[in-house]
């Protein structure tokens, strides 16, 4: 019997890769702002559109949980505490039951927090949480078999993420550059 896939949480192991993108990504913008070659409209490092939206995601992550006074996880590094990862895992993936569940036709339900730092970057990105985790849930583990509105909905809100997480990552660039 085939697992169902579950759209992933990025955790400590994804971290490093994201990271990896976005340092590159500022240093080589702020590299083109300080030698004076001008502010390109679009980032000059080339992401494909999942890495974009993931570096993205991940600035929003960090942000978030550094707001609470909390150390956003890195690979390699361990939390000071259990209780603090607890805390870490919680500000980052949510609390309580989740609030978004799909059953899909295998009967594997799919469930997925509205709150916590991960969710405020997906709404900040795509806009709709609710319809995005319907859409990606369902393409993901449907592939061509997904209903046509959702396959729909799932490149329409790709598309609205990578335009705002290129908008995101650049403001980034420049603000890190000016200091």
């Known amino acids: 019997m085939r697992r169902a ?8 192991g994804d971290r490093p890769r994201v990271a990896a993108v976005l340092a590159a990504a500022c240093l080589l913008l702020g590299l083109t702002a300080l030698t004076g070659c001008g ?12 890495d974009t939206v993931k570096a993205a995601q991940l600035l929003l992550t960090d942000r978030c949980l550094t707001h ?14 259990a209780a603090e990862g607890r805390r870490v895992d919680h500000a980052l993936f949510g609390t309580g039951r989740a609030e978004l569940k799909i ?12 709150d916590g730092c991960l969710a405020q970057a997906q709404r900040r990105l795509y806009g709709d949480q609710r319809r995005w985790f319907q859409a990606s849930t369902t393409v993901n583990n449907l592939h061509s078999k997904a209903p ?18 290129r908008t995101l990552l650049t403001a980034e660039t420049r603000t890190t550059a000016q200091r």
């Open 5 to 12: 896939a579950v759209p992933r949480r990025y955790g400590y």
């Open 39 to 50: 502010a390109p409209r679009q980032p000059t490092v080339s992401l494909n559109p999942a």
């Open 68 to 81: 609470q006074g909390l150390t956003p996880p890195r690979q390699g590094e361990r939390p000071a505490s």
């Open 148 to 165: 046509s509105q959702d396959r729909a909905a799932y490149r329409e809100l790709s598309d609205r993420a990578l335009q705002r997480a």
């Open 103 to 114: 059953t899909l036709p295998s009967g594997h339900v799919v469930s997925q927090h509205t």
